[in-house]
């Protein structure tokens, strides 16, 4: 089983609303992603996670707070975003290693479609 | 500095004809090589990955895809397209030693009936 899931799969929100995304995954794997992914582009990555330690952050802004409460969950906590963060949201997981997480395939989620108004 | 380039932003094919999407990277180390495909309004989906054993790797759906380090290039093909590959496929680079997932622009395969 190679599955990441990721609720809500649609989210409309405000630019003064708090609202968060959920990914999670069963597969044993302690190394998980957030990308962002605007329309006909490459995902860009966000934060990864190793072994529940945020170990990259690529220099994303404050408003998006990654969280990984255990090795099966990472959440993306959203506040005060602007229109220009409207996007898809995706998680991905890897089986990952003590030394750093990217040495192994990356298993993604459906992703979350974005839009801030 | 890595990087991957994938030749053709969009390909059209007949369906029944000949899949050719082409990938070139550039790495000063062994690299670690994917396709993923992304059908509309869903999430990546891996379709094949090279790990430096055999150079002529299968993926799923029929797809396959050949590694040569002497020009530097991963393209992937399927002898026969369906309808149901029309879809956007990214080729990313992955460092050997680990390293991020670097990815293509993209190519958009269409499929006409």
Known sequence: DTEVTQTPK????GMTNKKSLKCEQHMGHR???????????PPELMFVYSY??????ESVPSRFSPECPNSSLLNLHLH????????????ASSQGRVGGPFTDTQYFGPGTRLTVL | AQSVTQLG??????????????CNYSSSVPPYLFWYVQYPNQGLQLLLKYTSAATLVKGINGFEAEFKKSETSFHLTKPSAHMSDAAEYFCALQRYQGGKLIFG???ELSVKP
Not at chain 1, 31 to 41: D, E, F, L, P, V
């Open chain 2, 9 to 22: 932003s969009h390909v059209s094919v007949s369906e029944g004809a000949l899949v050719l999407l082409r």
């Open chain 1, 52 to 57: 529940e330690k945020l170990s990259i952050n």
């Open chain 1, 80 to 91: 005060a975003l602007q229109p220009e963060d409207s996007a898809l949201y995706l998680c």
């Open chain 1, 31 to 41: 190394a998980m992603y957030w990308y962002k992914q605007k329309a006909k582009k």
């Open chain 2, 105 to 107: 622009q993209g190519t």
């Open chain 1, 10 to 13: 649609h989210l409309v929100m």
